[in-house]
Each structure stands twice: as structure tokens, then as C-alpha cells.
């Protein structure tokens, strides 16, 4: 089994990964390569985030490595929170209920709620040229949160096609449909290639 490293120590992520990919690739953590410092993220693209993080496990570990970046895309919010979504609201990290309660707010009873999420992977193979992988599922935000599966935003996306939110539908459903699973699967595709 090939092993490869998932520039993360989020375990919500990593036990998403590792679902999506199956039993096809070893997927490691940072923890488990005993990288415990903060990588930087200080890019205002998902993708450039996405290749630092990578970049920086590369360099320092010398390992095939893959990381991602993600953001909840509002379209009457001009594309916010974006590359912010982790830290949304200020004075925060990675606090999701403080998070989207800033959402709903800014959002408050505007009628257009059409949101994505998108993810971008970056992919590093020693030797080789750096890839990115992205992954968008088109939705929009519920007035309220709703359902408690899943993390971050996912009580208040609903993805279309659904009347229930990520965190309503549960992870079968939301691995299968979700951003980071469309990124996950091109990302298998090549790397299985």
C-alpha cells in the first residue's frame, strides 16, 4: 500500500480522506510524520494556501504529500468568508459556531443565498511536477443550522439537489457529494494512474 501524506492534523478531515480514498493509499497525518508546528497559510488564494502547506511538508520531510485549502463561497457576500472561512469571525479559530453565526448575520434575511464550496488540493510527488486538484458543489445557506454531522459549515449548506443540510444528510451522503470528495477523486484518479 503506498503511503502518503495529508498536510493536516484536523481529524474530521483526515477520517474524510481516508473514507474517500479507501484502503487503495496509507494516508498519513502531520502528526503522524511528527510534524506538530504551524504550517504557514497566509496566501489570499486557496490555491496558493493549498501549495504552501504542501511545499512546506515536502521540503521539510521529504515525503509525497498532498494538502488542501477550503472556503464557503457566499455570492451576496461577494465571495466571502473565502479563503477566511476557518477564521471568520474575529478573535477566532477554527471556532465553526461563531463562524456561521457571523454568516448568518451578515447574511440576515437577504434573499439570495446561493453559496459553494470549493476545495483545492495540491499534490506534490518527489521528482515530479506539483498538481492541483479542484472540487466545487454548488448550494446555498439555510436561514437557521440544522443537523449535527459533519463540521464547520456544513449545518448550514445544502447542497442542490438536497432540502436537507451536510450535517443533516451525514457523512455517507456528504463524502460522496461534497467539494473535497470531488477533489479527493481526482487527486485518486491521478495518483492511481
Known sequence: MKKIVFATNNQHKLD????????????????DIGCHEEIPED???????????????????DVDCFADDTGLEVEALNGEPGV???RYAEGTDHDSEANMDKLLSKLGNNNNRRAR?????????RNQEEKLFEGIVE???????????????????????????????GLDIKNGISHRARAVAKLAEYLTK
Request: glycine share 8%.
Open 43 to 61: 496566501h489570499d488564494t486557496l490555491q496558493e494556501n493549498a501549495l504552501q502547506k504542501a511545499k512546506y511538508i515536502a521540503d521539510h520531510y
Open 84 to 86: 477566511h472561512s476557518a
Open 117 to 125: 464550496f470549493r476545495t483545492v488540493i495540491a499534490l506534490i510527488i
Open 139 to 169: 448550494g446555498h445557506i439555510a436561514y437557521e443550522k440544522k443537523g449535527t454531522e459533519g463540521f464547520g459549515y456544513d449545518p448550514i449548506f445544502v447542497p442542490d439537489g438536497y432540502d436537507e443540510s451536510f450535517a443533516q444528510l
Open 16 to 31: 474524510e480522506i481516508r473514507q474517500i480514498l479507501g484502503s487503495t493509499f496509507e494516508v498519513l497525518s502531520l502528526n
